[in-house]
Nanobody, 121 residues
Framework: VQLQASGGGSVQAGGSLRLSCVAS????????MGWFRQAPGKEREFVAT????????YYADFVRGRFIISRDNAGNTVYLQMNALKPEDTALYYC???????????????WGRGTLVTVSS
């Protein structure tokens, strides 16, 4: 499956952004989809994931209550609504796909190019 993320940009602290990730390829809407991020000088980390039928979602503690992951299988698109953004949310955000619900990035087999989110104080 091929993934294309978009929606990044620059916002002030407290603002919101919505990231999108369009999947294409065979059975693209049957994958578990996740969002990860990599801040400058730091390792890539898990943000959120959603099962193929949206029955379950999982979040990193540092975004729970602020970010919402959702998907539109008809449009093969996964979203990450980011609210109450903080400067520490500044990072390159990646979407990824896997066959099993997991927060372990090593198990994600397809990755999109990142979209940059910059939050200023």
């Amino acid at each position: 499956v091929q993934l294309q993320a978009s929606g990044g940009g620059s916002v002030q602290a407290g603002g919101s952004l919505r990231l999108s990730c369009v999947a294409s390829g065979h059975m693209a809407n049957r994958y578990v989809m996740g969002w990860f991020r990599q801040a400058p000088g730091k390792e890539r980390e898990f943000v959120a994931t959603v099962t193929f039928n949206s029955a379950a979602t999982y979040y990193a503690d540092f975004v729970r209550g602020r970010f919402i992951i959702s998907r539109d299988n008809a449009g093969n698109t996964v979203y990450l609504q980011m609210n109450a953004l903080k400067p520490e949310d500044t990072a390159l955000y990646y979407c990824a796909a896997t066959n099993v619900p997991t927060t372990d990035q090593r198990k994600y087999t397809s990755w999109g190019r990142g979209t940059l989110v910059t939050v200023s104080s």
